[in-house]
């Protein structure tokens, strides 16, 4: 088994989870591609991968904090900032999603 092996599977999943049809809805599919990618990147020493690929965990966890959403009639903060997402955000999401699940995937670490 390969050192990577677990995060490319949980990319491979989130990646998955991100191609529509969304059937409980587009942000619960976000919630669910999110809880992947944490459990993929639990517990990695990142002082292992290069700039590039701390660069892109550092966008997605951006993306994947709820910091500073308050809630409002009822909702979790998590549920307000994945409703904040604009479809660039989404995009992007996924395009690092891939980026990183490919990346996970090509190492033979």
Same mark, same amino acid.
């Given at each position: 088994? *390969?050192?990577y092996d677990y995060p490319a599977e949980k990319f491979a999943n989130a990646r998955q989870i991100l191609l529509p049809p969304f059937p409980k809805g587009e942000i619960e599919a976000i919630d669910r591609a999110f809880m992947e990618c944490r459990v993929g990147l639990h517990r990695m020493n990142?002082? *292992?991968l290069d700039d590039t690929v701390r660069s892109w965990i550092y966008t997605l966890e951006c993306f994947m904090n709820a910091e500073g959403?308050?809630?409002a009639d009822g909702e979790s903060a998590w549920t307000l900032k994945? *409703?904040?997402l604009t479809d660039a955000d989404k995009q992007?999401?996924?395009r690092l999603v891939t980026d990183l699940g490919n990346w996970f995937a090509s190492q033979e670490v």
């Amino acid at each position: 088994m *390969k050192y990577y092996d677990y995060p490319a599977e949980k990319f491979a999943n989130a990646r998955q989870i991100l191609l529509p049809p969304f059937p409980k809805g587009e942000i619960e599919a976000i919630d669910r591609a999110f809880m992947e990618c944490r459990v993929g990147l639990h517990r990695m020493n990142r002082a *292992k991968l290069d700039d590039t690929v701390r660069s892109w965990i550092y966008t997605l966890e951006c993306f994947m904090n709820a910091e500073g959403f308050s809630d409002a009639d009822g909702e979790s903060a998590w549920t307000l900032k994945l *409703k904040s997402l604009t479809d660039a955000d989404k995009q992007e999401i996924s395009r690092l999603v891939t980026d990183l699940g490919n990346w996970f995937a090509s190492q033979e670490v």
